[in-house]
């Protein structure tokens, strides 16, 4: 059971845009800073947005992250079979004191 | 350009020591930032082991707290990480990675299996 949850999948035709959740609680993402990662099988995880809204070096601005209360989102607009991936959310949680992940979403671009 | 590299035994045997390395080039170890240490059994999530800054400073998820040990040396610019009493429930792949003060890995090593079994 993950600390921050996310739906374990979603769906989206190319070309559309879809949006994942990550619901947390007050002391995790109500206080800190959200990021979010995706991950192609068999790959390390690779930073897409940080601190709620910024996106790395080269990640193009069809990654869009935002954050209100204890939930964020990512967005991701013109869907391409390339996005097919996992995708995971992630802060600091400061009651437990630790770096806490949500339990991620599976994309897939039918 | 920052660069990790995870290394070590890729089976352990029950109740032993788990014990990899991670060598990181591109960046002095010494400079700045925590550096970590993240796990994922196969078919599921992310969970973080723990964090050491270059001071030898450590944040430890505290349900692994008992059983881990990671550790720095400047010298050779390595993090290691050590997990004891291992079952088959620390089968995972394990990534090392540099963390940001804003609760983030912003670089990842490509990570390595590791099976524990008999």
């Known amino acids: 059971q993950s600390v921050l949850t996310q739906p374990p999948s979603v769906s989206a035709a190319p070309g559309q845009k879809v949006t994942i959740s990550c619901s947390g609680s007050s002391s995790n993402i109500g206080d800190n800073y959200v990021s979010w990662y995706q991950q192609f099988p068999g790959t390390a995880p690779k930073l897409l947005i940080y601190?709620?809204?910024r996106r790395p070096s080269g990640i193009p601005d069809r990654f869009s992250g935002s954050k209100s209360g204890t939930s964020a989102t990512l967005g991701i607009t013109g869907l391409q079979t390339g996005d097919e991936a996992d995708y995971y959310c992630?802060?600091?949680?400061?009651?437990?004191?630790?770096?806490?992940f949500g339990g991620g979403t599976k994309l897939t671009v039918l | 350009q920052v660069q990790l590299q995870e290394s070590g035994p890729g089976l352990v045997k029950p109740s032993e020591i788990l014990s990899l390395t991670c060598s990181v080039s591109g960046y002095s170890i010494s400079s700045g930032y925590y550096w970590g240490w993240i796990r994922q059994p196969p078919g599921k999530g992310l969970e973080w082991i723990g964090n050491?800054?270059?001071?030898?400073?450590?944040q430890y998820n505290p349900s692994l707290r008992s059983r881990v040990t990671v550790s720095v040396d400047t010298s050779k610019n390595q993090l290691s990480l050590k997990l004891s009493s291992v079952s088959a429930a620390d089968t995972a792949v394990y990534y090392c990675?540099?963390?940001?003060?804003?609760?983030?890995?912003?670089?990842w090593g490509q990570g390595t299996l590791v099976t524990v079994s008999s």
């Open positions: 601190d709620n809204n």
């Open positions: 992630t802060t600091w949680d400061d009651s437990l004191s630790t770096v806490v």
């Open positions: 050491i800054y270059h001071s030898g400073d450590t």
């Open positions: 990675g540099r963390f940001r003060s804003d609760g983030y890995f912003d670089y």
